[in-house]
């Protein structure tokens, strides 16, 4: 199953389109009584929706049925892909592709009653669509996501903590304006991991995937500017990851509705939470990634982890002109830590971090500059003499892109249940690890 082949068109965008009708605007606070009682505090979840001459056809099941269909065993094998195609996209489908996928759940679709039937009309689609999201889980394959995490964050007093974590949110908020008046909007989206922020763009595409890259590099810099003119414990010290992964999304149960604001959890979270509880103060990290090519690389037909740095530092010169500590930013760069190969040539150096599991994640360090008018110079992230090495008494092999003979096998894609383990530990995140140059 793919969107292209078996869903119907929707922009999934609330928003687009003409006005909503005044009857059609009561056929969405229809349906969205209906699903709250039927969601019954987040007991049961919605999967897909099929109009109807009546109303709507949808599917519910029990919250936890998912995981037991989604089980890693023969019986079961296969079917986690399944769901995520599912859930991936526009959840709307033509009638007899709905009971196909009753069929196969064994789930019997439920009827929701409307006044009038529903209309084709954009806006109204994207918002019965947005809807069903709000009632359910969604799988995005691929999107960029960041983690700032604070440092030594348990270590502050509770004022402490409450200032540094205001002034990361200021950081997010500051680097949004910026963009905003660069022409770049940004729909960023957040959830809190106790010590810092997961952060994303609502928009899922590969210029989006950039914008956030510069979003990143903005973030750093306010922060690092705020740092330098602050006292006391107040502005924090943050280490950062970058990655580009899947996710589930998801809305928990507060009081008797469900949270207006989504959560994430997946590879891609799982990914950034490991290689930054390894990661030292100050440094960015950027996971290794494969993902399609967009416009902004027109000669890649896909993007690794470096293609993808090399093409956001040609781009970032949307950035000149910006305003930091009241200088103009006059150029950006930015760049993965290399080193020279056996034929000369310069290439990024890769690091394996080792986790909790022993587990193999692959990461690369990323160096960053900024000249500002007065002839100063803002260097973020660390350099490579900052970096684990020989001298630092770990195992160090001299390697660039694929490796002969290199044993290391990259981290398989995580089981649902850890990954909805893991939304659970967003609040408290255990370190332990190690990484050394691969």
């Not at 310069?346 to 994640?361: A, E, L, T």
Request: proline letters at 3%; hydrophobic letters at 40%.
């Amino acid at each position: 199953m793919s969107d292209s082949d078996q869903r119907l068109p929707t922009d999934g965008v609330a928003g687009t389109g003409g006005p909503i009708s005044i009857v059609q605007r009561g056929n969405l606070k229809t349906l969205e009584q209906t699903l709250r009682k039927q969601w019954r505090l987040g007991q049961n979840i919605v999967l897909c929706w099929s109009a109807d001459p009546r109303g709507l056809l949808v599917i519910f099941v029990p919250h936890y049925f998912l995981g037991n269909y989604c089980a890693d065993d023969a019986e079961h094998r296969g079917n986690e892909q399944y769901i995520r195609e599912l859930v991936s996209g526009g959840r709307r489908m033509q009638r007899d592709e709905l009971f196909a996928v009753s069929e196969r759940l064994g789930v019997a679709p439920t009827f929701i009653k409307l006044s009038t039937a529903l209309v084709e009309e954009a806006r109204l689609l994207a918002e019965v669509d947005q809807l069903i999201r709000r009632y359910g889980i969604s799988y995005v394959d691929e999107r960029a996501v960041l983690l700032f995490d604070i440092v030594e964050f348990s270590l502050f007093t509770p004022f402490e903590q409450a200032s540094q974590l205001n002034s990361l949110s200021y950081s997010l908020n500051s680097a949004y304006n910026k963009l905003l008046d660069r022409g770049i909007e940004i729909n960023f989206a957040r959830t809190t991991t106790g010590d810092g922020y997961y952060v994303w763009n609502r928009r899922v595409s590969a210029e989006a995937d950039i914008h956030l890259f510069y979003f990143m590099v903005l973030v750093i810099a306010d922060n690092a500017v705020a740092r330098a003119q602050s006292r006391g414990n107040t502005v924090p010290v943050i280490r950062t990851g970058f990655h580009i992964g899947g996710h589930y999304e998801l809305y928990q149960a507060e009081g008797v509705n469900p949270t207006v604001f989504s959560y994430i959890v997946g590879d891609v979270t799982i990914e950034l939470a490991r290689m930054v509880d390894i990661a030292k103060a100050s440094q960015v990290l950027v996971g290794e990634f494969t993902t399609p090519g967009s416009g902004a690389v027109r000669a890649l037909n896909s993007m690794t982890s470096d293609a993808f740095v090399a093409a956001c530092s040609q781009g970032l010169e949307v950035l000149v002109g910006t305003q930091l500590s009241g200088k103009t930013v006059l150029a950006v760069h930015c760049a993965l830590t290399c080193q020279r190969n056996d034929a000369g040539e310069s290439v990024p150096r890769r690091f394996r971090v080792v986790d909790k599991h022993g587990i193999n994640h692959m990461v690369y360090n990323l160096e960053l500059e900024i000249e500002l008018e007065g002839e100063q110079k803002l260097r973020l992230g660390l350099d490579g003499g900052a970096l684990p090495g020989a001298r630092d008494g770990e195992a160090v092999a001299a390697v660039v892109g694929e490796i002969p003979g290199d044993s290391a096998e990259p981290a398989p894609a995580a089981p649902a249940e850890e990954m909805f383990d893991d939304l659970a530990n967003l609040l408290q995140r255990r370190r332990s690890g190690r990484i050394a140059e691969d």
